[in-house]
């Protein structure tokens, strides 16, 4: 896959003044609502001109993704207790907690809502964040495999989709609340459709 503009090895980037960056725009998600945020006020917080911005990321959307993605570990894992139902069920836990927080709830929305019009930055989610969690998924979807946990004829992809997918439809449409006790339903129903005995 191509490099893009926010990946860490741009010739031109320091490190201090990305790092600025990246820390100022996490202030700036702490305190102000998406729409708020701009560039302009990112170059101010972090001491840096906006063109240096815009030499390394091409949007707002772009730096918060990178400022977002920046919290997780480069080496990001799934648990793996040896029990795939249970794993899951934690990582659906944390995740519907996190989007049931009103601040996180409104800037995925938002960046959610600017992705649909702006494929660069949709692309840029997808490999800054979306990607490295579906790589961490692999990992543990081969382990359950390999202990006789998971069928072998289900795509990696819609394993992750059978996990994902509801609490997305859930969060996006707002209907339901979000929860523990919907995180572990969604980990029993797709673990039943996923077993191997089934």
Do not use: C
Request: proline share 6%.
């Amino acid at each position: 896959m191509a490099s893009t503009r926010t990946d860490d090895s741009h010739p031109r980037r320091s490190a201090r003044a990305s790092s600025a960056v990246l820390s100022a725009t996490r202030e700036l998600i702490a305190e102000l609502p998406y729409p708020r945020i701009t560039v302009e006020g990112i170059a101010a917080r972090a001491g840096v001109g906006k063109q240096t911005i815009y030499r390394w990321w091409p949007s707002k959307g772009a730096v918060v993704v990178d400022a977002l993605a920046a919290r997780n570990p480069d080496d990001l894992t799934f648990p793996d207790t040896g029990d795939l139902r249970a794993d899951m069920a934690a990582i659906l836990r944390a995740t519907e907690e996190e989007f049931a927080s009103p601040e996180f709830d409104a800037l995925y929305r938002a960046l959610t809502i600017e992705s649909l019009q702006d494929p660069e930055l949709r692309r840029i989610i997808d490999e800054r964040m979306l990607g490295p969690q579906f790589a961490a998924a692999r990992v543990r979807f081969r382990s359950a495999r390999e202990a006789g946990q998971l069928r072998t004829d289900v795509e990696d992809s819609v394993v992750f989709e059978m996990f994902m997918a509801p609490l997305l439809h859930r969060w996006q449409t707002g209907a339901h609340p979000l929860g523990a006790a919907h995180a572990e339903a969604i980990a029993d129903l797709a673990i039943r459709a996923l077993s191997p005995e089934q």
